[in-house]
């Protein structure tokens, strides 16, 4: 068999007409082999996800490196499983993925906001939006890949299924992620995330005359967040930060030092206006500036979409029936999302029967709409780039305004709010990860059903997993200011937006002048969200991204060829996941250690603390990252 998609796969026939890559003979791919292997990789992407995405604001789709991974791991344990085992691993593997990029943008705005979270409701309100997302998807299934088969391109999709289709060059792939995860637990060990024996922080900072600073985290996890996502994305983020740090820092600390004697911050009366150092003007100014340009950006997403939800609803109802929408298996799996979703309802609004039926039936009705938009999105841009935060905060916007409406607006309450925010944006992020392995398994002959049942599971498992996260560095999660373990953009401006809509308390001027800024943003056709995104981040995550795609473009530019340059890249993408995948991991279990009491230490001290130690952990980082790359060894050189 040729390892090649015929050209079938792109389109050209009706998708009824399509013939799969495995055309013949058994449909099925899983065993328990097949099974263990992809909870494996369900749980390694649900906390790497968690961890990395809280920290930055980005994610990294897990269908990619999810299917090299599990290609090898076939091969190894489950060879007679072949390509169909490897589809239903890659699949799981994007399902803890989907699940943590979702619930890490609203649920750890209950810590935010002084609240705790229980296991039980955390878990309740995952899986309901798992099973939800995933039942309305396989609703549509047949509309979104069969009719649409050739009009909607799935372009991730179409590269998880060559990925697949030539998983005989796994090796290099394998050989390089384990690189990277070296790379990235060796230099996470010794930093204040395991060890904490040395300082990764570059830091300038100047209080006096022209306020400002400047910092990079030397994490390498976020370098191979840079080198995958790009130059322009990387840019445009760092832009935002330079915004932050160099114009709206310093012009706020000019005329904080002319204000009047007595005069206080505003939600820190121990601190005069005219006497605000940088962190102050950050945490207290600043921050909600970028929570308004985050608040614009997402609403003017959603606007943008509605021409979208109204195509995607008009010609899903005029869908031909023909074939199976759904399965069985995703009718039992909707049904369970609806049964779960309403327990969920009931177990977060605290026996208010009122609340729990109407905030359940809208989040329902909200979940429904945007799951068929975010199907559909996936398949014109794929699930790296589908605009979850425009949808959430929409969303979010909405349920708000109900429990405002209904006087529900203790902190309790908007404990409820986001909980139910929660079970929206996982039913959201799982049905782009659902439409992209469907069509992943449409394109390489799997059986549906099957897919429905292991991505489920997946999506289960996930769920566990990411709130376990999240709880276990609930004390981390819930520190505020300018210098925090974790950014949480998101989630900070979930916890803003509806705290602040239901206390009243919202600094309206800074919110709107944000907002205004997202506008002229978008008048300018520059991408609001990941301009607000670097305002709100820390420079040193976005400076540390930048220096990512930086290595990128040198590898792309000292390549002497476009088949070098391609395969380079590839491979180099291969170690950045592999860097995200060992800093995380390796991160997370550095915290666990810490938290059990396991690790202490008074953390670096002479050198080891300095500038200078983080500027030598930096050289040995970038030289470590491209040394591996460079030394690729480019096949079939010829065109």
């Known amino acids: 068999m040729d390892h090649k998609l015929s050209k079938d796969a792109y389109g050209g026939v009706a998708g009824k007409d399509y013939v799969p890559y495995i055309s013949t003979g058994s449909k099925s791919g899983g065993n328990t082999v097949v099974l263990i292997i992809g909870i494996i990789l369900a749980v390694i992407f649900a906390a790497s996800t968690a961890y990395s995405g809280m920290k930055s604001g980005l994610t990294v789709a897990a269908g990619i490196p999810g299917s090299i991974i599990g290609s090898a791991f076939i091969a190894a344990f ?3 499983k072949g390509i169909l ?3 239903l691993v890659q699949g799981m593997a994007s399902g803890g ?4 990029s979702g619930i890490i943008f609203v649920l750890p705005a209950v810590l935010l906001i002084g609240s705790q979270i229980s296991f039980l409701e955390g878990f309740l309100v995952g899986v309901g939006g798992v099973l939800f997302g995933i039942g309305i998807a396989s609703l549509v299934y047949n509309y979104l890949i069969v009719e649409e088969h050739g009009m909607l391109m799935y372009p991730e999709s179409m590269a998880i299924s060559e990925t697949l289709v030539a998983s005989e060059g796994a090796g290099d792939s394998m050989k390089f992620m384990g690189i990277g995860f070296g790379i990235g637990g060796a230099i996470t060990v010794v930093t204040s995330s395991f060890l904490n024996v040395t300082n990764n922080v570059i830091s300038y900072v100047n209080e006096s005359f022209y306020k400002w600073r ?20 990387a840019l445009t983020m760092f832009a935002g930060s330079l915004l932050s740090n160099f114009g709206i820092l310093p012009l706020i600390g000019y005329f904080s030092e002319l204000g009047k004697e007595g005069a206080v911050v505003w939600n820190n009366p121990d601190v005069s206006i005219n006497a605000m150092g940088v962190g102050d003007i950050a945490g207290s100014y600043v921050k909600y500036i970028g929570a308004g340009m985050m608040l614009s950006g997402g609403l003017i997403g959603a606007i943008k979409l509605i021409p979208t939800i109204i195509s995607s609803i008009k010609e899903t109802l005029n869908a031909k029936t023909s074939g199976n929408n759904a399965s069985k298996i995703g009718t039992m799996i909707l049904l369970g999302g609806l049964v779960v979703g309403f327990l969920a309802g009931f177990v977060v609004s605290g026996g208010n029967i009122m609340m729990a039926i109407t905030a359940s039936i809208l989040s329902l009705f909200l979940s429904l709409l945007f799951v068929i938009v975010a199907g559909r999105l996936t398949g014109t841009i794929g699930t790296s780039n589908l605009p979850v935060s425009g949808m959430t905060i ?5 349920v708000t305004l109900l429990f405002v409406a209904m006087g529900w ?4 309450h908007n404990k409820a709010l986001l909980l139910f925010g929660t079970f929206i944006v996982t039913a959201i992020a799982m049905a782009g990860g659902y439409s992209q392995s469907q069509k992943v398994t449409f394109i390489v002959g799997g059986d549906k059903s099957e897919m429905d049942k292991y991505f489920a599971i997946s999506g289960i498992v996930g769920v566990a997993v990411v709130v376990a996260t999240i709880m276990l560095l609930s004390s981390q999660l819930a520190m505020t200011g300018a210098n925090v373990p974790f950014a949480l953009p998101q989630a900070n401006l979930m916890s803003t937006l509806t705290a602040g809509i239901m206390s009243g308390e919202l600094p309206w001027v800074m919110i709107i002048v944000g907002a205004v800024m997202g506008v002229v943003l978008f008048l300018l056709n520059l991408p609001v969200m990941t301009v607000a995104i670097g305002f709100y981040l820390p420079i040193a995550t976005t400076s540390i991204i930048l220096v990512g795609a ?29 860097l995200v995948a060992g800093g995380s991991i390796i991160g ?3 915290i666990i250690l810490q938290v059990a009491g396991v690790i202490k230490g008074a953390g670096p001290s002479g050198f080891a603390a300095s500038n200078g130690m983080a500027f030598i952990i930096l050289a040995g980082l970038v030289v470590a990252t491209i040394i591996p790359i460079m030394n690729s060894k480019v096949k079939n050189v010829q065109k």
Not at 226 to 232: D, R
Not at 550 to 578: A, P, W
């Open 550 to 578: 930086l290595v990128r473009v040198f590898i792309e530019r000292t390549s002497k060829s476009d088949v070098e340059k391609d395969t380079k890249v590839s491979n180099g993408i291969s170690l950045s996941s592999g």
């Open 214 to 233: 400047l910092q990079l985290e030397v994490n390498p996890l976020l370098l191979g967040i840079g080198f995958i996502v790009g130059l322009e994305v």
């Open 85 to 87: 085992g490897k589809n």
């Open 97 to 100: 993925e989907s699940v943590a």
């Open 588 to 590: 997370l279990i550095g």
């Open 394 to 398: 929409a969303s979010i916007v909405l």
């Open 409 to 412: 607006t203790n902190p309790e």
């Open 78 to 80: 489950a060879k007679q």
